[in-house]
């Protein structure tokens, strides 16, 4: 009886309702092995890696990237930007609502905006 009232829970609650992830939580899913906790790209994977990651708390680095690019670079991988293939696309794992939540959450770690025009 009991497992059966709890998956007649389950089943009601509707999905809408499931909180998604943070960018900061998808960030340290997705990310940290790469570009480290901090984001200044020094992650365990680097010693194995012939690119190193960029740093996202370099802020004079990051403001030459607009937020499409930052998008473009999290949806389609490095390749997309003629950057690293080791930068893979993240499309299929995120949603753009989510991979432009990331966006934001590079301009934090930086804290800088994009300098272009």
Request: with cysteine; hydrophobic share 35%.
């Amino acid at each position: 009886m009991r497992n059966k009232l709890l998956l007649a829970l389950l089943v009601a609650i509707p999905i809408s309702t499931v909180a998604k992830e943070s960018a900061k939580d998808n960030y340290r899913t997705y990310c940290v092995q790469c570009h480290g906790m901090a984001g200044n790209g020094k992650g365990v994977n680097i010693r194995d890696m012939s690119v190193q990651p960029r740093d996202h708390t370099d802020a004079k680095a990051m403001s030459t990237r607009s937020d499409d690019t930052l998008f473009k670079v999290i949806k389609e991988g490095g390749l997309s930007i003629d950057k690293s293939v080791l930068m893979p696309p993240w499309g299929d794992t995120l949603s753009d609502d989510e991979i432009r939540d990331m966006a934001q959450y590079l301009r934090t770690l930086c804290k800088c905006k994009y300098g272009g025009s």
